[in-house]
C-alpha cells in the first residue's frame, strides 16, 4: 500500500531524494520513516518524522539526509546529500499507526565510489 521511489545509481558526494505515499486511504498516521537494509545486514532505522514534525536520524546520516512530511498528502520525504558508498543499501518506507505498520517495497541506492 506504500510506493517508494526515487532511488537510483549516483557517486559519492552526490544528492538523491527518495519519496513514499500510500496508494489507498490510511488514517492516524503516527510516525513516517525510512529504513534501509543493505546485503547481508539487518534492516536498520535511517530516519523518522511524527506527526507533529519531531525528527529523529541514525547517527551515520545526521548532516546529511533530511526527512520531511506532507500529512495533508501522506507522503514521506528523505533527502539524500553527500552520499557515500556505505549508504549503499534497500531504502523502504514505513507508515506507523497505532495498530500495525505499513512497508513500502524499497527502492535501491547505490553510490559508487
Known amino acids: 500500500q506504500l510506493q517508494a521511489f526515487g532511488g537510483g545509481l549516483v557517486q559519492a558526494g552526490g544528492s538523491l531524494r527518495l519519496s513514499c505515499a500510500a496508494s489507498?486511504?490510511?488514517?492516524?498516521?503516527?510516525?513516517m520513516g525510512w529504513y534501509r537494509q543493505a546485503p547481508g545486514k539487518q534492516r536498520e532505522l535511517v530516519a523518522q518524522i511524527t506527526r507533529d514534525g519531531v525528527t529523529n536520524y541514525a547517527d551515520f546520516v545526521k548532516g546529511r539526509f533530511t526527512i520531511s512530511r506532507d500529512n495533508a498528502k501522506n507522503t514521506v520525504d528523505l533527502q539524500m546529500n553527500s552520499l557515500k558508498p556505505e549508504d549503499t543499501a534497500v531504502y523502504y518506507c514505513k507508515f506507523a499507526i497505532p495498530w500495525r505498520e505499513y512497508w513500502g517495497q524499497g527502492t535501491q541506492v547505490t553510490v559508487s565510489s
Open positions: 489507498g486511504a490510511i488514517f492516524s498516521i503516527r510516525v
